[in-house]
């Protein structure tokens, strides 16, 4: 089984950076053709695609922060980062990282696909305070 642990979150004035990090426990280089893909859930709201790169490194992002945040990963591919820049009290939310296992989805459709993944992270909470 794969295990996705995020880090990174905090709470931090708008306008300010945050970078998260997702490190997937051994066992994730023995598939290959992976989306992976950052969520987030703010209360009372339903969880939604946040950025997704596919298994082509093609990446996509939800309106609300293209331009402003960016997705990547390591070379060998276990490690999923999301830099987060200009930040707003709209970004305020549980993020969770995901991944998808021999993902036959463009980044585009995977970014609204959610319940495709097959692993997700336990989230960490990202306050943004204006």
């Known amino acids: 089984q794969v295990h996705l642990v995020e880090s990174g979150g905090g709470s931090v004035q708008a306008g300010r950076s945050l970078r998260l990090s997702c490190a997937a426990s051994a066992g994730y280089t023995y598939y290959s053709g992976y989306c992976m893909g950052w969520f987030r859930q703010a209360p009372g709201k339903e969880r939604e695609g946040v950025a997704v790169i596919d298994s082509d490194s093609v990446t996509s992002y939800a309106d609300s922060v293209k331009g402003r945040f960016t997705i990547s990963q390591d070379n060998a591919g276990n490690t999923l980062y999301l830099q987060m820049n200009s930040l707003k009290p709209e970004d305020t939310a549980m993020y969770y990282c995901?991944?998808?296992?021999?993902?036959?989805?463009?980044?585009?459709?995977?970014?609204?696909?959610?319940?495709?993944?097959?692993?997700w992270g336990q989230g960490t909470q990202v306050t943004v305070s204006s």
């Open positions: 995901a991944a998808e296992a021999w993902c036959r989805l463009t980044a585009i459709q995977a970014l609204t696909h959610e319940a495709d993944f097959d692993y």
